[in-house]
């Protein structure tokens, strides 16, 4: 399909629906993120994609195993483990002792292009000012 003027729009669809015959439907804002369950009564999952890029989580490592053999059934697919960035995101994994896991999400490098493509840097102080007000 690559090379072609419609390949993108095929691809979203030949693979939008095989997510959602795996269960999934995907979300009314965001049609390129889908949620669901892949057997009822597991955990869910969650899968974004972005052309042919796909970010997933579940709390269940048994159900991401067994997304990654029903996605394995569209074509040749690379998997390239833990993801650590992606569309200009920043994902830092920890790892606690009871066994949880938490990601921080940032935009840190994306942040520091754009300033730098302003001449600004994250040391220089701006002369803007805001009408915004933040209380923690």
């Excluded at 009314?28 to 955990?43: H, I, M, Q, Y």
């Excluded at 920043?90 to 292009?113: A, I, K, M, P």
Aim: glycine share 8%.
């Amino acid at each position: 399909m690559y090379g072609l003027k419609r390949a993108p729009k095929l691809w979203y669809e030949k693979l939008s629906s095989h997510l959602k015959g795996m269960g999934l439907k995907s979300c009314d804002n965001c049609p390129c993120l889908f949620v669901g369950t892949l057997l009822e009564g597991n955990a869910p999952i969650y899968v974004g994609i972005y052309v042919d890029d796909i970010i997933y989580f579940s709390p269940s490592s048994a159900v991401e195993a067994q997304f990654e053999k029903l996605i394995s059934t569209i074509g040749e697919v690379d998997f390239m483990g833990q993801v650590s960035h992606f569309l200009g995101i920043e994902f830092t994994w920890h790892h606690h002792s009871d066994g949880h896991v938490s990601v921080n999400l940032t935009q840190q490098s994306f942040t520091e292009s754009l300033l730098d493509s302003l001449g600004y840097t994250l040391d220089n102080n701006s002369t803007f000012t805001t009408p915004f007000v933040l209380e923690f």
